[in-house]
């Protein structure tokens, strides 16, 4: 594994089912992050976590619920999906929750939910 | 809620072209970030800049922080086909995740 790794690649998902998406990085960082990207709307934040432990909601986290039981991963759950929550998620990290440190993202996952 | 504004939203050029992306806002940043995006992939990091009036090239790029650090522009020379993706601005302060702005497409025609 090299940087961050995201499974699965894609998905279609019936509405009302549990999905998770996950989510794991080898570069050590303390920082992990779940974005949505939508055409028109950019990336919006999900949820973060500052370290291993403890999670932080960001701009759009309802219908969404994160853990971070270690360093290295950061499943997200979809506990009962609707079709609006069809986008491509990213996962990304950085070494701190700092401003200046770099994001490095995962190559994203696509869900579709009918 | 803090915002990023990225104008133009798209831009066509032609190969050889110069163009400019602006990224604004009302809101003072300790940072700013650039990141470029190619279809199917992630984002990934170009340029940080962190002092208001900073100037950065990276070989035809070049990016400046305003002097109030609340905008930033992102300039490329000769623009060529290998430039073509999505361009996001995004701004950073102390003990908060990054805010990203909607991003710029660029597609650049030989």
């Known amino acids: 594994i090299a940087g961050i790794t995201q499974a699965p690649t894609s998905q279609i998902l019936a509405a009302g089912r549990r999905m998770t998406l996950r989510c794991t990085q080898d570069?050590?960082?303390?920082?992990m992050y779940w974005y949505r990207q939508d055409l028109g709307l950019g990336l919006r934040l999900i949820h973060y976590s500052n370290t291993a432990g403890t999670t932080g909601k960001g701009e759009v986290p309802d219908g969404y619920s994160v853990s971070r039981a270690n360093t290295d991963d950061f499943p997200l759950t979809l506990a009962s999906a609707v079709p609006s929550q069809t986008s491509v998620y990213f996962c990304a990290s950085s070494v701190r929750l700092a401003a200046r440190d770099e994001q490095f993202f995962g190559p994203g996952t696509r869900l579709t939910v009918l | 809620t803090q915002l990023l504004e990225q104008s133009p939203q798209f831009l066509s050029i032609q190969e050889g072209e110069n163009l400019t992306v602006y990224c604004n806002s009302s809101?003072?940043?300790?940072?700013l970030q650039w990141y470029r995006q190619e279809p199917g992939e992630g984002p990934v990091l170009l340029v940080t800049v962190v002092t208001g009036g900073e100037v950065k090239k990276l070989k035809r790029l070049t990016f400046q922080f305003g002097d109030a650090r609340k905008d930033s522009s992102l300039h490329i020379t000769a623009a060529q086909p290998g430039d073509t993706g999505l361009y996001l601005c995004a701004g950073g302060k102390a003990g908060t995740a990054l805010i990203f702005g909607k991003g710029t497409t660029l597609s650049v025609s030989s």
């Open positions: 570069m050590r960082h303390n920082a």
């Open positions: 809101s003072v940043f300790s940072s």
